[in-house]
């Protein structure tokens, strides 16, 4: 069974008495394990269907499989529980919440999981986190206290802080220069290949695209050309 | 649990901008301290309003003879003498609603000082409780004449400044002798300035002297010529040595062969004052069962008295105290909404502001409802905090008022406990709306927002 398996999705966005349709007919899979490149230009869809994977928005028909489940069906409690406990989320802009610490950062989605843990135990747990990335000095800094790679290092210790079996990356090195941009990027394939965690990035510079595994390309709403490292180009569908 | 770690959130998102929790919480603090503030002055004044009231006599209770009634004629009240100084003593002993009681003994009489005389309204033969029992222990000279002047029947008086004016005219009255009746009195004091009652009479045209001393040393007291009593007072009047200074000598025995309702040393009238405007109605059905009893009258049997109290005063009593605590109500309705409407305002801009953060937690697995919580619970600690502040304030500017504007100031307990409880559903109420709209936020919408 594969992780993540997207049928017929489509999404519009009713303008005036009409719509406008964004994501037409898409149909993706995506194993356990993979790192998938999600790219396109601006408009073409990418940050929709990067949306409904993220449980974040519901297409307007279709049918979401993550893990086994149906997703489109999941009333809102449902899919908030589905984002604090099986998926990541590491954006452009880093989204830390200013003036609290890394630490605190990092401990902010263990509030929102069900199984109650004590205070200290949350420390640890992000405590052990940030040294894993190599923030072990950097507990009691403040996002403004922070260099770029290092806040974008917070985020993704807090997107993982529930052991999520996906990550979602929004234009993670957006707002990076290339140096760290590449140290970044390295860390997602270090998870990728050593935890085995899913990881699917979303960008419109091919450079970066090409650390994944495996490149979509989504233009006008559709998945134009699927390619693999390999070159093969595959035709839109489930790659399977 | 799960309340407590969104408490410390709270917390914690609230110490991320203190400049701002402080701005957000000012209403509610200028809103509970003009609450306590209002509460505490007011009560004050509410106070020393009910105070000047009760010292015009809205606290007294009159007791007075009933009448007597010979072949279906009525021959109104005060016609039969029925009421001893004992029966002072019993009611002051036996009913607790009861604070003092004093004797009263009336008499219309002369008096002559020097070459001027004047015919006071009111001569008073009372006990040395009467000045309490009025409210009117505060003299302007002299001293107040006291329980041995009463055993001995000492012919001491207390002067109104109406007899004062016409009698004195800006001389001192103190240690001056007046004849009453041809009999001396020594001024020993000078009552403070009363003015008129409710029905216009001059208060202050009035001589108090020990009750002794006016029935037994003065003849033609008030009734003397409807019954024995004074008659038999006066017949025993000059002699000085029937007044013995012992409490057990002090009232003639009744004659055991009198037929008639008559005690030797009946009373005009009792006055006795309440604990309390509330406790006139019990001091009055206490005093009615004491003087049954001691009256010997059998159930079924009318009182042989009449009780009387302030009514219309108590009903001016009660209608400005109702007044104050309505006033003060709605001071402090106003002042905790305009508050409520500030916590609003600046929960909605806190709320605007931090869409991005809502976003964020939404995205990383916060449920709706987590939100509400977060935001409502900040809300309510700001408020909370608020009041906390406010009552410090409000309390702390009583004090000020009562220090340097000497008004009259009391603490309510009362007033500190409702301003916790309305700051905390202020916070609920006034942070619902801007909790509801937090929760209610699209991630996607609120992640994107700039």
Redesign the interface.
Known sequence: MSLIELKNICKDYPIGDGSVSVLKEVSLTIERGDFVSLMGASGSGKSTLM?IL?C??RPTAGEYWLDGREMTGLS??ER??T???RLG?V?QSF?L????TAL?NVM??L???HE?LS?QEERRRAGAMLTRFGLADRFQHHPSQLSGGQQQRVAIA??LI?QPPVLFADEPTGNLDSRTSEEVLRLFQELNTKEGITIILVTHDAAVAQHGGRIIHIRDGMIAAPETPGGAPVQGGPAA | ??IL??L??AL?ALR??PMRALLTTLGIVIGVAAVIAMMEIGRGSSESIRTSISSMGANNIMVRPGTVTASGVSFGSGSIKTLVPADCEAILRECPAVRCVTPLIQARAQLVYASRNWVPSSIYGASETYLDVRDWTELSEGEPFTEHDVRTANRVCLLGQTIVRELFQGESPLGKEIRVKNVPFRVIGVLSSKGANMIGMDQDDILVAPWTSIKYRLSGSSMSMVNQSANTASSSRSPGDLYPASASGLYPAASSNSTLAVRFANIDQIYASAVSSAAIPDAISQIASVLRERHRLQPGQPDDFQIRDMTEMLKVLTATTTLMTNLLLCVAFISLVVGGVGIMNIMLVSVTERT??I????????????ILRQFLIESVVLCLAGGAIGILLGHGGSLLVKQFLKWPVATSPGAILTAVVVSATVGVVFGFYPAWKASRMD??EA?RYE
């Open positions: 949306n993220g974040l928005d809102a409690d908030a529980w984002r604090n406990h989320f954006f989204n919440l200013p003036r609290t605190e902010m989605p509030s929102y999981a109650a205070e807090r997107a529930n | 649990m799960k770690r969104t410390f959130t914690r991320r901008n991005r953060e976003g964020l937690r939404m995205a990383v697995g916060a449920r709706a409802r987590d991630p996607i992640l």
